[in-house]
């Protein structure tokens, strides 16, 4: 009886600390399909504001995405396998690595702005492109990426399968693209998913390296919150809502899925041991 | 065959050294350098301590990182355990719920906070309604302390879950049946089993408060935390040796107590947000 009381008792807190995270969001998205959010969803439902917001504000969707596929791709090219080399050296060296290259998520991303301002604000071009903010983007992601794959390599005996690749021929690259990336994948994928999310979603470096030329989504949100009517401002943290969604389902998906995959590993017998078992009772 | 292949191991790990050196090594080092730079040379490191809204500003974000760090793993030990310990339907669904703001950047949550307690927010017209009082605080102190909450609460509580879960039941059963009260057994059987967890990401949540910048940028502009302090002094004051001193020191802190969740946690859900 006690116990029932105290399960409702639980049930009902967590259900008010899930509504404190849930009823903003939806809040914001009613305001931005509603004609006027101060008389309430009875003064009627419109696109309006959604046809407002990518009229103004289009541009920032292209660069964010532009700026997430391009830091995918370089976060790829140099991270996986700076991963692999420090999965494969281990030491001292390697976990020394690994700390300073987690650095930037431990600083604050003004603090990394304001370095990278100081130091190239003088080059003018590159100040004023594009790239300047994919350059923060890189140092804030590259993290997860190594990290991620570092993770999945060091869970597994890849030296193994590499040295008995080897065994057979195979020159490093053919072992590097055949079998390191390949069992690298589930890492890889998680990694991917999480610099895609971050980089469309980073804030405190991006509004110190942006320019009125180069605004992505964050930023044009900050902008449309200090000076866009409230409805405006919700149609746009809408559409942030829906391109940033779906990524993280996916995140949530592959996470489950590992730990569904680490639980089956806990079992020490493997179906193949058990049909063995089975044979030699026989 | 493992030392023939050291050059190329070198040459994949390259790329990444150096852009990491050029963009972010470099550059800090000169940020340190340039905090130094000022009138008052190496004195700027400890104008913390000596400029007076410095000074405040650093006692004020600390006070509100300590805060909602407290706050936060309250609640989320609170809700993580029953989360742990229950099956239900609909508990997938709670827990999706409750990790999804992970990834929301700052100013969304400063907008956030907005609607629920600002001019049109739902806590004025709820107050209004019933005491006939506008109840609006999103633009205070208050508002950011909701802010920083409603970021720090999914954080918190995945790591609350992970801990949780290697509770071993039986421990809690010996204590039981020994004759222990429940609250004897959250004391002294739960709490310090989950120690190690809490403190990892009480460290986080810490670190994340005292660094977060878009959720005070949208809320207002004159609430002083140590970011947005460091914003004014860059972008108005134009005291750069200044803004990149109290940068490095806000970066040694936040970096410390991410260190301390590291080590004893051996992972992370950390990002200065």
């Known amino acids: ?282 | 065959m493992a030392h023939r292949e050291y050059p190329t191991l070198f040459l994949l790990i390259l790329p990444a050294a150096i852009v990491f050196a050029a963009f972010f090594v470099v550059p800090m080092v000169n940020l340190v350098a340039v905090g130094a730079a000022g009138e008052d040379g190496f004195a700027a490191y400890y104008s913390v301590f000596t400029t007076p809204r410095h000074f405040e500003s650093m006692v004020a974000t600390v006070l509100l990182s300590v805060g909602v760090t407290a706050v936060a793993l309250v609640i989320s030990t609170i809700a993580g355990l029953f989360l742990v310990r229950n099956r239900f339907w609909g508990r997938e669904t709670l827990i999706s719920f409750l990790t999804f703001p992970l990834a929301f950047p700052g100013v969304v949550i400063g907008f956030l906070v907005i609607l629920l307690a600002g001019r049109q927010g739902l806590i004025g017209t709820i107050s209004k309604a019933i005491f006939d009082d506008k109840l609006v605080f999103a633009y205070s102190m208050a508002g950011l302390f909701i802010g920083y909450l409603y970021f720090s609460i999914p954080r918190v509580i995945l790591t609350v879950m992970a801990a949780a879960e290697k509770l071993d039941p039986a421990l809690e059963e010996a204590a039981r049946s020994l004759g222990a009260s429940p609250c004897q057994v959250v004391k002294d059987v739960i709490i310090p089993a989950l120690k190690p967890g809490l403190i990892a990401s009480g460290a986080i949540c810490f670190a994340t408060s005292m660094g977060a910048f878009g959720t005070a940028f949208t809320l207002a502009t004159n609430i002083d935390v140590l970011p947005m302090t460091i914003y004014t002094e860059f972008t108005l004051n134009a005291n750069i040796a200044g803004a990149a001193s109290l940068s490095i020191i806000l970066g040694l802190i936040t970096w410390i107590a991410l260190f301390i969740a590291r080590s004893l946690s051996g992972s992370t859900v950390a990002s200065s947000g």
């Open chain 1, 1 to 282: 009886m006690q116990r029932r009381w105290l399960f409702n008792l639980q049930l009902a807190f967590t259900l008010f600390v899930c509504a404190f995270l849930i009823v903003p969001v939806m809040l914001s998205a009613l305001a931005g399909v509603t004609e006027n959010f101060f008389f309430g969803i009875k003064s009627g439902f419109t696109f309006r504001w959604i046809i407002e917001v990518w009229n103004l504000y289009s541009e920032t969707m292209y660069l964010s995405l532009l700026i997430a596929i391009a830091c995918l791709a370089v976060t790829l090219v140099i991270g996986v396998p700076a991963a692999y080399v420090l999965a494969r050296q281990g030491g001292r060296l390697a976990r020394f690595i690994e700390e300073v290259i987690v650095l930037p998520v431990a600083v604050p991303g003004l603090a990394i702005a304001l370095a990278l301002i100081i130091m190239y604000g003088g080059f003018r071009d590159f100040r004023t492109s594009w790239v300047f903010i994919l350059v923060g983007h890189i140092l804030y992601t590259l993290p997860f990426m190594v990290r991620s794959v570092l993770a999945v390599l060091s869970s597994m005996n890849f030296r193994e399968l590499e040295e008995g690749a080897a065994s057979l021929g195979a020159s490093f690259w053919q072992r590097f693209y055949t079998v390191v990336l390949p069992n690298a994948k589930s890492g890889i994928l998680a990694g991917s998913l999480m610099v895609v999310t971050l980089s469309v979603g980073e804030f405190n470096l991006t509004w110190m390296l942006h320019t009125p030329e180069t605004k992505t989504l964050p930023v044009g949100l900050a902008d449309s919150y200090a000076s866009m009517r409230l409805e405006v401002a919700s149609a746009y943290t809408l559409v942030f809502f829906v391109m940033i969604i779906p990524l993280l389902i996916a995140m949530q998906m592959l996470s489950r899925e590992k730990r569904q995959a680490k639980i089956a590993d806990d079992d020490p017998l493997s179906d193949l041991d058990k049909l063995n078992l089975q044979k030699d009772k026989l």
